[in-house]
């Protein structure tokens, strides 16, 4: 049985926000960049883009770019969009269908859709050449519950360790057989880390939303996942056979075999570090981030097709100016030079939650450890700095940090020998 606690009653260790540096340097958005969207499973979108052999969507993670493509035997692919002769660009548009083959317009290297380098211009003259050894690379993919996941690492974390909180667990509103009705793109002149932190609590949702807090108080919060990766619980709906519409009544039948109580909450899930899933009894909302700078975030929403319940939510991020509101904690975060309440501030209880994450590379000397403050003394003995939180996130850097290799940062995925 699931069991759910009050963000009230929830631990803090006396939790403390991020430094300003982390938000505004752009140090720091390197390192998340190496550190975390390059070893993390990243939510890319939904199966049903790729759904026919030959279909695929580029992805870009980063300053890499990847052809996630289902192949003529069904399998998913995620192929490194660089040629492995010229590191060429393969494909262009953001979408669309492959017949058998993907060829380089540069020199016409050719390649099928599992990755196989299988046509040379002129082979014969290239001596001891085996196209067996030039297939293109490949980043490792997984499903769940209709959604694209890939990690870049080379030897990730198993897709179902990393999201064994959730696998099982909310099966019963049918999120495979859910198809996208819209999609939204945008940007925001925030940091990533900030918009986390927005999503994670509504302490600020009485001066900043009221048309939400008419229909779901704040106080109703309870949380069932509060460590690891992935945080979040429910807030309950006021009326009987309510939701989150501009009516404030159900905007449609339920979306699967949901329990009376279920059906009386809004369920919210913070998946790090790129997805928010909100889970309604009759809709299901996905963002998804992409930061592009410290100072902008682009999000993808994918949204229901029913305009009641697509309007309220804009409506609720409306309120008062929340879109301008965000941008203005950036900026805050640029001015300075801040307050001590600022840098230093304690976080409600109401806003944080206990978070143990384990960020990185694999290896021991790339780990970002968590642990409630203060540090235990063997953290602090291997180098690693004392813990910050950030709105129930939970950031450690170790003060050094190298690969296999001695390098203090892995080089930029080419993946071409003749460069």
Not at 116 to 131: A, M, S, Y
Not at 296 to 323: E, N, W
Not at 324 to 341: A, H, K, R
Request: aromatic share 10%; hydrophobic share 40%; with cysteine.
């Amino acid at each position: 049985m699931t069991t759910f606690l009050k963000t009230t009653a929830l631990p803090t260790h006396g939790a403390v926000t991020l430094p300003q540096r982390d938000y505004v340097s752009t140090a720091v958005f390197r390192e998340e960049q190496e550190r975390l969207f390059a070893n993390r499973w990243l939510c890319i979108g939904r199966e049903e883009q790729v759904a026919k052999p030959g279909q695929y969507v580029l992805v870009e993670i980063g300053v890499e770019s990847l052809i996630v493509v289902r192949d003529r035997k069904g399998t998913l692919r995620a192929l490194y969009n660089v040629c492995r002769h010229r590191g060429t660009r393969l494909c262009e548009s953001p979408c669309g269908e492959l017949s058998e083959t993907i060829q380089c317009p540069y020199h016409a290297w050719t390649y099928a859709l599992d990755g196989r380098l299988i046509g040379v211009p002129d082979q014969r003259e290239l001596e001891g050449f085996n196209k067996a050894d030039y297939p293109l690379i490949q980043a490792h993919v997984a499903t769940w519950e209709g959604f694209l996941f890939i990690n870049l690492a080379d030897e990730p974390e198993p897709f179902a360790e990393a999201f064994a909180p959730l696998i099982g667990r909310v099966n019963q509103w049918n999120l495979a057989a859910l198809r996208v009705g819209r999609r939204f793109e945008y940007d925001v002149k925030a940091n990533w880390k900030l918009l986390f932190q927005n999503y994670s609590e509504c302490y600020h949702c009485s001066p900043l939303h009221p048309s939400l807090v008419k229909l779901s108080p704040p106080t109703s919060g309870e949380n069932d996942l509060i460590e690891g990766p992935i945080l979040g619980g429910f807030m309950t709906i006021t009326e009987a056979g309510g939701s989150l519409t501009l009516s404030g009544g159900s905007c449609g039948v339920a979306v699967g075999d949901l329990s009376e109580d279920e059906r009386q909450r809004v369920y919210y899930y913070s998946i790090f570090p790129n997805m928010l899933l909100s889970l309604h009894h009759d809709y299901v909302m996905v963002h998804t981030f992409k930061p592009v700078a410290p100072d902008r975030t682009h999000i993808t929403m994918d949204s229901p097709p029913v305009v009641r319940a697509l309007r309220f939510m804009t409506d609720v991020y409306d309120d008062l100016g929340g879109a301008q509101l965000v941008n203005g904690f950036q900026q805050s975060f640029q001015v300075g030079p801040l307050d001590p309440f600022m840098t230093g501030l304690v976080a409600m209880k109401i806003d944080t939650s206990p978070y143990l994450v384990q960020i990185g590379d694999w290896k021991p000397s790339m780990d970002f450890i968590v642990s409630p403050a203060p540090m235990p003394a063997d953290q602090l003995a291997l180098g690693r700095k004392p813990v910050a939180w950030s709105g129930g996130f939970a950031f450690v850097i170790p003060t050094t940090a190298r690969n296999k290799d001695g390098a203090v940062w892995r080089p930029v995925k080419s993946h071409s020998p003749f460069l």
